[in-house]
């Protein structure tokens, strides 16, 4: 197998892992969307929450880091 087919097995069996993990997905939603009505929605709520947070942490360490790197080299 040379290199180009390997790359291209490799882009596949990417592609199909994504797919699988979207469908467990899906189904674990739709599961608990069933049982606990609004799920997905407030689920995306707190992810989107989250992100930001997580954002906000990353741009303060960075800041932060930046700060702590000029007084160093002062």
């Known amino acids: 197998m040379d290199i180009d087919q390997w790359i291209e097995n490799l882009k596949r069996a990417d592609r199909s892992f994504y797919n699988i993990m979207a469908l467990e997905v899906w189904s674990i939603a739709k599961t ?3 049982l ?3 799920f997905w929605n407030r689920f995306m709520i ?4 989250a992100l930001q947070q997580f ?13 702590n790197n000029q007084k160093a080299s002062e």
């Open 32 to 34: 608990m969307d069933g």
């Open 55 to 67: 954002m906000h942490q990353k741009k303060s360490q960075s800041s932060s880091a930046e700060t």
């Open 36 to 38: 606990a009505p609004g």
């Open 46 to 49: 707190n992810r989107k929450i």
